[in-house]
């Protein structure tokens, strides 16, 4: 399972998520277990924030080697699955990528969810939130500015969630196409009519073909969708 994890600068929140899912599996043994992190306005090329990497070396995992990426498409494509710091990166990330809110979640969505229902696999999880209802306080906030014991606290939080999360899941299963395109369809072009060599030179042109948006767990984001993402506000 390959585990995308996704804040806004990418040197706070998602590089300790990161760096933790690293860690648990090389103490697992878990070589099929990857993960990798992104920020939606990433300070790209940067370290980690000293505090944050204290905070990593302090829950038993590596800070060294990290610098900050942007998120890009291709990121979400290739992960099983996408856990955002809060709903609102969350959501960005599915609008990034349309028909992706089968795999995407905020961190302690995805675990209540396991938590709660019994899930074991991102398909069974996007399944049991369709039933699950509201869940109160789903964000992480970023701790970047304040003091290191609001760093301890975030990585606390992470902690608490991802460990749990993936002490649960099958880490084997893999996102599988088929299953992901029947949970979230991706809408099908209406077909190019045939032209009819009859017709008149000046017959009306076919109107343009209509499609129909991805489902999303949040009324707003197919709206969001149809804007620009680059003029979508996300803060800090």
């Known amino acids: 399972m390959h585990v995308l994890f996704v804040c806004s600068g990418n040197v706070c929140r998602s590089p300790i998520a990161e760096r933790l899912t690293r860690a648990y599996a090389v103490d697992r043994g878990i070589s099929h277990l990857t993960a990798e992190s992104a920020g939606v306005r990433a300070l790209v090329g940067f370290p980690i924030e000293p505090i944050a990497a204290r905070v990593v070396e302090g829950l038993g995992a590596s800070a060294e080697g990290f610098t900050a990426r942007r998120l890009r498409p291709e990121m979400i494509k290739r992960a099983d699955l996408v856990l955002a710091m809060t709903e609102q990166l969350r959501d ?18 995805a675990h209540r969810i396991a938590r709660d229902t019994g899930a074991r696999t991102v398909a069974e999880l996007a ?4 039933d ?46 088929e299953a ?5 369809p991706e809408p099908e072009p209406e077909p190019v009519p ?35 993402i680059l003029d979508y506000p996300v803060t800090w």
């Open 180 to 184: 992901d395109e029947a949970l979230c």
């Open 127 to 130: 399944v049991a939130r369709r």
């Open 132 to 177: 699950y209802g509201p869940i109160e306080n789903l964000n992480i906030s970023d701790p970047v500015g304040l003091s290191e014991a609001a760093f301890t606290q975030v990585g606390d939080q992470i902690a608490a969630s991802l460990m749990s999360l993936l002490d649960v899941l099958d880490l084997e299963a893999v996102t599988n196409p």
């Open 194 to 228: 045939t032209p009819d060599r009859a017709a008149a030179p000046t017959a009306a042109p076919t109107a343009a073909p209509t499609f129909m948006l991805p489902l999303s767990p949040r009324p707003l984001v197919a709206a969001r969708a149809a804007s620009s």
């Open 92 to 109: 960005r990330s599915m609008e990034l990528v349309l028909g992706t809110s089968h795999c995407t979640f905020t961190l302690r969505e």
